[in-house]
């Protein structure tokens, strides 16, 4: 079974900037289109960030485009989120987890089998 864990996350005020990391096992990270999704309590896990897995395409929500960016390298097996201008609604749990791109938009798999444990951020306004 694959393994994710995402890291990076924590408490920065509105404006600053962070940077997630997601490290996976086996072929995941390294082979598959990836997305960073996020989610907050009481509402659904949302994509924000999606990159095919040649690294050819990405795909952002409205949201966030202009200010997070994602990358993948596949030398260590590692996608990554990195997060500038952050605002108080991007306050949220940030997982990472294989998507499929269709007419350049990423979509969540029908269903997940596994979730790593997310990672925090919290922007204090």
């Known amino acids: 079974q694959a393994q994710l864990v995402e890291s990076g996350g924590g408490l920065v005020q509105a404006g600053g900037s962070l940077r997630l990391s997601c490290a996976g096992s086996?072929?995941?990270?390294?082979?598959?289109?990836m997305a960073w999704f996020r989610q907050v309590p009481g509402k659904e896990r949302e994509i924000v960030a999606g990159?095919?897995?040649?690294?050819?395409?990405?795909y952002y929500v409205e949201a966030v485009k202009g200010r997070f960016t994602i990358s993948r390298v596949y030398a260590n097996n590692t996608l990554y989120l990195q997060m500038f201008s952050l605002r108080y609604e991007d306050t949220a749990v940030y997982y990472c987890?294989?998507?499929?791109?269709?007419?350049?938009?990423?979509?969540?798999?029908?269903?997940?089998?596994?979730w790593g444990q997310g990672t925090q951020v919290i922007v204090s306004s």
């Open positions: 987890n294989e998507v499929r791109f269709r007419d350049g938009r990423a979509y969540p798999l029908r269903e997940y089998d596994y």
């Open positions: 990159i095919t897995g040649s690294g050819d395409m990405t």
């Open positions: 086996r072929r995941t990270v390294r082979f598959y289109s």
